[in-house]
């Protein structure tokens, strides 16, 4: 292992240990954007849900050209330009005092997230050798959820829920995110790759051909829902937990729940994706579905700690389940020639987590936190609804594989 990490560029672990800091900062703060809204700016749940909602629907507009533009133009400039951007979005955030101002505030966020990450995703893959990138992305998934475990739990600590000030902090650590990137841009210029030259991906022909694609158009719709289901964890649980009476200290257990949400990952991550790897990939993706639809089943009637907790244990197996496995079942279904547009236009499963707020907002809204049962039966079923599609894939994807190997063995 120490050979292998000893040949990862230098440029790759900034981005490894980058992202680790970088999620410990949004994690203290972003996930109780709906709190404060909802407490400090006496915003509805509905008001809230909008607000959360359109960083998740500027990425998906976004992220679709995010590669491209960064293949034109080149990694460096775009990373460099989104990172100290971003930086900027967090001190708009520290100072916001309207409800507007949130809005666009969170509107640039998600723009500056969409262009900011498939390029560094991009980035690690242009410097990292074919035999070290399972364990290059594999650390930067770790990473991920190692600032995830601590952030929430300081976020709270610091007041998250009724103060912008962890803004500052988040905003603090980009700059220095930006300028540490900077200096190694500058260090390892001669080891770079020499800029992509792309052509603009053509949205209709994108479309159209994954249309047409009997597997991957209920892939595409059944992922959506497990999206939705996934997006309501950061929104639509969060304000239920500071509103709801059952709960004294909703915010606090908020924060409780992500960390053990990021733990979980980092505990069964490993075997799980061991467990599946042999599984036809549609049938983890179903029992994801589930697990989440299940847990959030278990969110609406849970009276104590206890419940909650386990809620949050199974949302996690479903969630791991789910996003582990979906990009091997996107690169088993593609043509060789259309992987890039494939793993393009699945992005478009965002809209799911766009739906979500807006929808969690509406039934809060509409049924109030103190009928918990109210709220989640309707956000369960809903995330259900994928099932149905994966179903339908999983049979055709079965029966292109048995007509392709029947055919090559007649040849």
Request: charged fraction near 10%.
């Given at each position: 292992?120490?050979?292998?990490?000893?040949?990862?560029?230098?440029?790759?672990?900034?981005?490894?240990i980058?992202?680790?800091?970088g999620?410990?900062?949004?994690?203290?703060?972003?996930?109780?954007?709906?709190?404060y809204?909802t407490?400090?700016?006496?915003a509805s749940?509905?008001?809230?849900?909008?607000?959360?909602?359109?960083?998740?629907?500027?990425?998906?507009?976004?992220s679709?050209?995010?590669?491209?533009?960064?293949d034109?133009?080149?990694?460096?400039?775009?990373?460099?330009?989104?990172?100290?951007?971003?930086?900027?979005?967090?001190?708009?955030f520290s100072?916001a005092?309207?409800?507007?101002?949130?809005?666009?505030?969170n509107t640039?966020?998600?723009?500056?997230r969409?262009?900011?990450?498939?390029?560094?995703?991009?980035l690690?893959?242009?410097?990292?050798?074919?035999?070290n990138?399972?364990l290059?992305?594999?650390?930067?998934?770790?990473?991920?959820?190692?600032?995830?475990?601590?952030?929430?739990?300081?976020?709270f600590?610091?007041?998250?829920?009724?103060s912008?000030?962890?803004?500052?902090?988040?905003?603090?650590?980009?700059?220095?995110?930006?300028l540490?990137l900077?200096?190694?841009?500058?260090l390892?210029?001669a080891?770079?790759?020499?800029?992509h030259?792309?052509?603009?991906?053509?949205?209709?022909e994108?479309l159209?051909?994954?249309?047409?694609d009997?597997?991957?158009?209920?892939?595409?719709?059944?992922?959506?829902?497990?999206?939705?289901?996934?997006?309501h964890?950061?929104?639509?649980?969060?304000?239920?937990?500071?509103?709801?009476?059952?709960?004294?200290n909703?915010?606090?257990?908020f924060?409780?729940?992500?960390?053990?949400?990021?733990?979980?990952?980092?505990?069964?991550?490993?075997p799980?994706?061991?467990?599946?790897?042999n599984?036809?990939?549609?049938?983890?993706?179903?029992?994801?579905?589930?697990?989440?639809?299940?847990?959030?089943?278990?969110?609406?009637i849970?009276?104590?700690?206890l419940?909650?907790?386990?809620?949050?244990?199974l949302?996690?197996?479903?969630?791991?389940?789910?996003?582990?496995?979906m990009?091997?079942?996107?690169?088993?279904?593609?043509?060789?020639?259309?992987k890039?547009?494939?793993f393009?236009?699945?992005?478009?499963?965002?809209?799911?987590?766009?739906?979500?707020?807006?929808?969690?907002?509406?039934l809060?809204s509409?049924?109030?936190?103190?009928?918990?049962?109210?709220?989640?039966?309707?956000i369960?079923?809903t995330?259900?609804?994928?099932?149905?599609?994966?179903?339908?894939?999983?049979?055709r994807?079965?029966?292109?594989?048995k007509?392709?190997?029947h055919?090559?063995?007649?040849?």
């Amino acid at each position: 292992m120490k050979q292998y990490l000893r040949q990862i560029h230098p440029l790759a672990w900034t981005i490894i240990i980058g992202t680790m800091f970088g999620r410990l900062v949004t994690s203290m703060s972003i996930p109780f954007l709906s709190i404060y809204l909802t407490r400090v700016l006496e915003a509805s749940p509905t008001q809230t849900g909008i607000t959360v909602a359109v960083s998740s629907l500027a990425g998906v507009m976004v992220s679709f050209y995010g590669g491209y533009i960064s293949d034109r133009i080149g990694r460096k400039i775009v990373m460099l330009i989104s990172v100290f951007s971003w930086a900027g979005v967090f001190f708009i955030f520290s100072a916001a005092e309207h409800l507007w101002v949130f809005f666009v505030a969170n509107t640039l966020n998600g723009l500056c997230r969409a262009v900011f990450e498939p390029t560094s995703r991009a980035l690690l893959s242009d410097i990292t050798s074919p035999q070290n990138k399972l364990l290059v992305f594999n650390l930067r998934y770790a990473a991920i959820n190692l600032g995830v475990v601590f952030g929430p739990i300081i976020g709270f600590q610091l007041g998250s829920s009724e103060s912008t000030f962890p803004f500052v902090i988040s905003g603090l650590v980009y700059i220095v995110y930006g300028l540490v990137l900077f200096l190694q841009f500058k260090l390892q210029h001669a080891n770079l790759p020499e800029r992509h030259q792309a052509t603009a991906p053509r949205l209709r022909e994108a479309l159209m051909t994954t249309g047409r694609d009997r597997v991957f158009l209920p892939v595409l719709i059944g992922t959506t829902f497990c999206v939705l289901g996934y997006g309501h964890f950061s929104s639509t649980l969060a304000q239920y937990l500071a509103r709801s009476p059952i709960f004294e200290n909703g915010s606090q257990m908020f924060s409780y729940m992500l960390s053990l949400n990021a733990v979980t990952v980092l505990i069964i991550q490993y075997p799980l994706v061991r467990t599946f790897r042999n599984v036809p990939p549609l049938v983890p993706l179903i029992l994801g579905n589930l697990l989440v639809a299940t847990s959030l089943m278990m969110v609406g009637i849970a009276e104590g700690v206890l419940m909650m907790m386990m809620s949050v244990i199974l949302f996690t197996i479903g969630e791991v389940l789910l996003f582990t496995m979906m990009d091997m079942l996107i690169d088993r279904i593609a043509k060789p020639e259309w992987k890039g547009t494939y793993f393009g236009t699945i992005g478009f499963n965002n809209i799911g987590s766009v739906i979500a707020p807006v929808m969690g907002g509406l039934l809060l809204s509409q049924f109030g936190a103190e009928n918990g049962l109210a709220v989640f039966v309707p956000i369960a079923l809903t995330t259900a609804l994928g099932v149905p599609f994966l179903l339908i894939a999983h049979k055709r994807l079965v029966a292109r594989e048995k007509q392709t190997e029947h055919t090559s063995m007649s040849m």
